[in-house]
């Protein structure tokens, strides 16, 4: 997924957000959201590792969201631009008196709909093109988050890692559900084998009372 985050806030009170992939994003996202310039307007993107976070602020509400580097700045901003327009339409004048979280529940499913429509569907490019009231993206600030939230320690997103934890999680599971199912299989066998062991001996046992293989004297 090319956007695995998405916010929406005024000034720092989160109004609604959605994270796609387990990671830090929004501890990192309510950071810069503290630290960005107090402007009417403005559209910056701030890179950090594999991950650039882009924003737009417009009349006092903030629309953020979470993309891979390789994916462009157009379509992130295109995808803010959108957000905007359906979540000013839904909740008009009520998102500047709104308490925290206070849209999450409704807008956070328009979030992840919106997200996943362009960040996978080829014709959400198609018609962003052909939209003339998209404004283009262009001399937009690419800045470094550490250097914008001005702390000495480097701030790290964990998307990578937390996958990377999950991917091991799964394996141990895999390798210990394989590791129980050898000793269960390994017990039967020995189990048969030591019960084939006692038949033989008792049969051998019988056989020399009964004076030979076929049993004669017991038998007759």
């Not at 701030?46 to 157009?74: K, P």
Request: proline residues 3%.
């Amino acid at each position: 997924m090319a956007i695995v985050y998405a916010m929406v806030a005024r000034g720092s009170v989160v109004l609604a957000e959605y994270n796609a992939t387990p990671s830090n994003a929004s501890t990192v996202a309510k950071q810069i959201l503290e630290k960005m310039p107090s402007v009417a307007e403005s559209r910056v993107s701030y890179s950090q590792g594999r991950f650039i976070f882009h924003v737009i602020r417009i009349e006092g509400l903030t629309f953020l969201c979470m993309a891979n580097d390789t994916f462009g700045r157009r379509i992130p901003f295109t995808f803010l631009e959108d957000i905007h327009s359906r979540f000013i339409k839904t909740y008009g004048p009520a998102s500047y008196m709104a308490l925290a979280y206070a849209m999450n529940d409704e807008f956070s499913r328009v979030l992840a709909q919106q997200m996943d429509y362009y960040s996978n569907d080829p014709n959400a490019d198609i018609i962003n093109r052909m939209k003339g009231d998209i404004k283009q993206v262009q001399n937009v600030m690419l800045e470094n988050i550490d250097k914008v939230l001005e702390r000495g320690d480097r701030l790290e997103l964990l998307v990578d890692k937390t996958a990377n934890i999950q991917s091991k999680g799964f394996r141990l599971r895999k390798q210990a559900r394989q590791i129980r199912s050898s000793m269960w299989w390994r017990n039967v066998k020995l189990i048969c084998s030591l019960l084939v062991l006692v038949l033989i001996l008792a049969y051998i046992g019988v056989a020399v009372y009964c004076g030979g293989p076929l049993l004669p004297t017991c038998i007759g």
